[in-house]
């Protein structure tokens, strides 16, 4: 994860409009694997649509795994899912937990990456989940966001990737010797399946690196990219997020960055989906104004974005928000991308959305008494410096991979026998 490969080709998909015409028909031609994970799949017309291209590419006899949160896809029904294992798809849950008084109870360490790999050849990857909230027919919370379509030797780490994800979740999930045993000769089986298996050809000029965040050995790699990108950067830095409220150590690169003449611009949400994500991040403007950074708000929809470019080359395009659950909680994969036109290409399209559907915040917007704000960057200097550390102290677990939990159906329901032999059935 901190070596470059070359070879790469990337095509940004933004929006539902892009990404899931083109994932839906890649799904359509795979060969023999498609392996998907996701925070949310919901059981809208988007989910209807990835369920049906499922179906048909499992009845072509396409091995076929889907890995989806616990949190983020609670909801799907009985006749969902065991149609799906009825054709052969393979389902996981990520670290299902049991509901407390009908409220979730699985917040904190959730599986927050957008994979797809198909063939081991072609990738996606990016924060766009599987719900109709990411076309604009849904209306003003439709959202904003992005994610490329890969090509070229990179695949083959995010393909050891997600089946290296696979072994551990379902090796975590295993309660005896014999089954932890099973699932470690498996896993040692695929690694050696996967060195004799030939890299995907190069497919164009970039360069890449796949990088990563969980609980154990990376625990701050997307973070530490970002800080470097930023380090490094000689006359402009524009970052687009969602969820932004980083740690101390990012911030001081940003206000750096404005103090030696960097042009370092900030796209934020300004018609957030969640109040708190404006409140969060607002009480960082004064601070990042006074040191000379550009904030945008982008008040067309919510922006569910996590992308960003620094100079002439570099990028990045994932899942990854700069707030506390992404940064120190959450599962999360981007791509760092080094490629003059994919770095301009994803300029142009936010320099379109700071000119047409933007406001830039002034500190003359700012309007607030003195007493307050001394109270609320002290409160905020003391929470950012310790952040991320103090996620530390929350529950750290092995990941687990278990097959979904499916509601008691009618008897009279066709699908209730289906249904009965998911609950029933292990994890790959």
Not at 102 to 110: A, D, E, I, L, Y
Not at 123 to 133: L, M, Q, R
Not at 407 to 413: I, Q, S, T, Y
Request: contains cysteine; aromatic residues 8%; proline residues 6%.
């Amino acid at each position: 994860m901190t070596r470059w490969v070359s070879g790469n080709s990337f095509d940004l998909l933004e929006n539902g409009e892009a990404f899931f015409p083109r994932v839906f028909e890649c799904i359509a031609a795979a060969r023999h694997e498609v392996v998907l994970e996701t925070f949310i799949l919901f059981e809208d017309k988007v989910g209807l649509a990835l369920h049906a291209a499922l179906l048909t590419a499992a009845a072509r006899g396409v091995q076929i795994d889907v890995t989806i949160d616990g949190f983020g896809s609670p909801d799907l029904s009985a006749g969902f899912i065991s149609a799906l294992t009825r054709a052969g798809v393979r389902m996981h849950v990520f670290d299902p937990a049991p509901r407390l008084w009908g409220w979730r109870t699985n917040v904190f360490r959730r599986m927050h990456r957008k994979i797809v790999v198909i063939d081991g050849e072609r990738a996606f990857v990016g924060g766009i989940n599987y719900s109709a909230d990411h076309l604009a027919d849904f209306g003003p919370e439709a959202k904003q966001d992005y994610a490329v379509e890969v090509l070229g030797p990179i695949v083959a780490e995010i393909h050891a990737f997600v089946h290296d994800a696979l072994s551990d979740g379902q090796r975590g999930a295993a309660t005896s010797m014999a089954g932890q045993l099973r699932q470690r000769l498996a896993d040692r089986a695929h690694r050696l399946a996967q060195k004799w298996r030939p890299l995907p050809a190069p497919a164009g000029p970039a360069a890449a690196i796949f990088v990563t965040r969980d609980n154990r050995q990376h625990t701050t790699d997307i973070e530490r990219h970002y800080r470097i990108a930023i380090r490094a950067a000689r006359h402009r830095v524009v970052i687009a997020n969602a969820y932004f409220f980083p740690g101390f150590r990012l911030l001081k690169e940003m206000r750096k960055a404005a103090r030696r003449g960097v042009d370092v611009r900030l796209i934020l949400q300004g018609e957030p989906d969640m109040a708190i994500v404006k409140t969060a991040a607002s009480m960082l403007y004064h601070h990042l104004l006074s040191a000379g950074v550009h904030i945008f708000e982008y008040c067309e929809r919510p922006l569910h974005g996590k992308v960003a470019v620094s100079d002439d080359e570099w990028s990045t395009v994932g899942s990854s928000n700069l707030d506390p659950l992404s940064l120190s909680l959450n599962l999360e994969a981007n791509v760092i991308i080094k490629d003059r036109a994919f770095n301009q290409h994803l300029s142009a399209r936010l320099e379109h959305l700071i000119q047409h559907n933007c406001r830039q915040i002034r500190p003359d917007d700012l309007v607030e008494s003195t007493w307050w704000r001394v109270v609320r960057s002290f409160f905020v200097f003391h929470l950012l410096s310790r952040f991320p550390a103090w996620a530390g102290w929350l529950p750290a677990h092995t990941p687990r991979l278990m097959p979904p939990a499916l509601p008691a159906d009618n008897p009279n329901n066709p699908d209730s026998a289906g249904a009965d032999r998911v609950s029933q059935a292990g994890p790959v």
